[in-house]
T-cell receptor, first 112, second 114 residues
Framework: QKEVEQDPGPLSVPEGAIVSLNCTYSNSAFQYFMWYRQYSRKGPELLMYTYSSGNKEDGRFTAQVDKSSKYISLFIRDSQPSDSATYLC????????????FGRGTSLIVHP | EPEVTQTPSHQVTQMGQEVILRCVPI?????FYWYRQILGQKVEFLVSFYNNEISEKSEIFDDQFSVERPDGSNFTLKIRSTKLEDSAMYFCASSEAGQNYGYTFGSGTRLTVV
């Protein structure tokens, strides 16, 4: 079983929709979770960082962690065409390393 | 806003040649990283660097790779004898505090080995 799994999409939504992006993970020891956004041919950009279960909100973005289900989500409210990008979840792997492992990313397309 | 700068943005090299990819991390950051992303695949960790030495490296980072911080601002990745499969985007990143904080990535160098 892969440590971090993410549906590659693409996920296509109309402008203004609420978007839900998800990752599952296998290691119950994971303590912190990150979401990155990556535009085409650019480096990943940190969006959200959470260290515990529950919700964290930043503007139109909400990160949710459910440790009991080993499931994390990123919600985008009032989605805009400029949100079209690949969204990567990241968390440290097992074995004592603190270096985040990235999911393969979900491609999001928000059409006007 | 401070940013991580990578040069060149695109490099084409012949198989077997040495390449050096350059990065200028954010000035007050202490931790530096190289990642790569083969086209259509996920971002993969190569190496982390702290206090002038490698702190962690992945299985990808074999003897063909080396990193260096030659002065107070630059951080370089050298590939000694490039192979076709080294073709990828190479991202440099840096972080201010510990490795379990978010990183700031550069825009990447696209390496094409022919």
């Amino acid at each position: 079983q892969k440590e971090v799994e993410q549906d590659p999409g693409p996920l296509s939504v109309p402008e203004g929709a609420i978007v839900s992006l998800n990752c599952t993970y296998s290691n119950s020891a994971f303590q912190y979770f990150m979401w990155y956004r990556q535009y085409s041919r650019k480096g990943p950009e940190l969006l959200m960082y959470t260290y515990s279960s529950g919700n964290k909100e930043d503007g139109r973005f909400t990160a949710q962690v459910d440790k009991s289900s080993k499931y994390i989500s990123l919600f985008i409210r009032d989605s805009q065409p400029s949100d079209s990008a690949t969204y990567l979840c990241a968390m440290p792997p097992s074995g004592g390393s603190y270096i985040p492992t990235f999911g393969r990313g979900t491609s999001l397309i928000v059409h006007p | 806003e401070p940013e991580v700068t990578q040069t060149p943005s695109h490099q084409v090299t012949q198989m077997g040649q040495e390449v050096i990819l350059r990065c200028v991390p954010i000035s007050n950051h202490l931790y530096f990283y190289w990642y790569r992303q083969i086209l259509g695949q996920k971002v993969e960790f190569l190496v982390s660097f702290y206090n002038n030495e490698i702190s962690e490296k992945s299985e990808i980072f074999d003897d063909q790779f080396s990193v260096e911080r030659p002065d107070g601002s630059n951080f370089t990745l050298k590939i000694r004898s490039t192979k076709l499969e080294d073709s990828a985007m190479y991202f440099c990143a840096s972080s201010e505090a510990g490795q379990n904080y978010g990183y700031t990535f550069g825009s990447g160098t696209r390496l094409t080995v022919v």
